[in-house]
Nanobody
Framework: QVQLVESGGGLVQAGGSLRLSCAAS????????MAWFRQAPGKEREFVAA????????YYADSVKGRFTISRDNAKNMVYLQMNSLKPEDTALYYC????????????????WGQGTQVTVSS
C-alpha cells in the first residue's frame, strides 16, 4: 500500500508560480513512478506530468510543457510539481498518483491516489 498526501495549492494570479508537494508513505514507495493529474470543474481528470522511480525520466502533457517541472526526492519520499507562468486554465484540483510503471497517462491505470489540492489562478 502507498499513501499520498498533497499540499501547496492556493490562489495565485495569472503569471505567478506555485509548488505542489506530495508526501508518500508505505512500502518501497521509492520504487514507484509518480504522476500528477488535475481535474477542473465539469471536466474529466487529465494527466499533467510523470516521473520515473529514480527521477531520470519525466514526461509532460503538451499543455504544461515548458511551464511545469516534476521532481522527486526519494530520501524524503516527496514528489514536487513546480508550476510557473500559471494561466487561468490551470485552475483545477491537482492529484498525486503512484504506479509501478512509468509514463502511463491514463488515470484509470493508477492504483494509488492522494486527496488532491486546489489550485486557483485568477486572471
Amino acid at each position: 500500500q502507498v499513501q499520498l498526501v498533497e499540499s501547496g495549492g492556493g490562489l495565485v494570479q495569472a503569471g505567478g508560480s506555485l509548488r505542489l508537494s506530495c508526501a508518500a508513505s508505505g512500502r518501497t514507495v521509492s520504487s514507484y513512478a509518480m504522476a500528477w493529474f488535475r481535474q477542473a470543474p465539469g471536466k474529466e481528470r487529465e494527466f499533467v506530468a510523470a516521473i520515473s522511480w529514480r527521477g531520470g525520466r519525466t514526461y509532460y502533457a503538451d499543455s504544461v510543457k515548458g511551464r511545469f517541472t516534476i521532481s522527486r526526492d526519494n530520501a524524503k519520499n516527496m514528489v514536487y510539481l513546480q508550476m510557473n507562468s500559471l494561466k487561468p486554465e490551470d485552475t483545477a484540483l491537482y492529484y498525486c498518483a503512484a504506479k509501478l510503471e512509468f509514463g502511463v497517462t491514463s488515470d484509470s491505470e493508477y492504483p494509488y491516489w492522494g486527496q488532491g489540492t486546489q489550485v486557483t489562478v485568477s486572471s
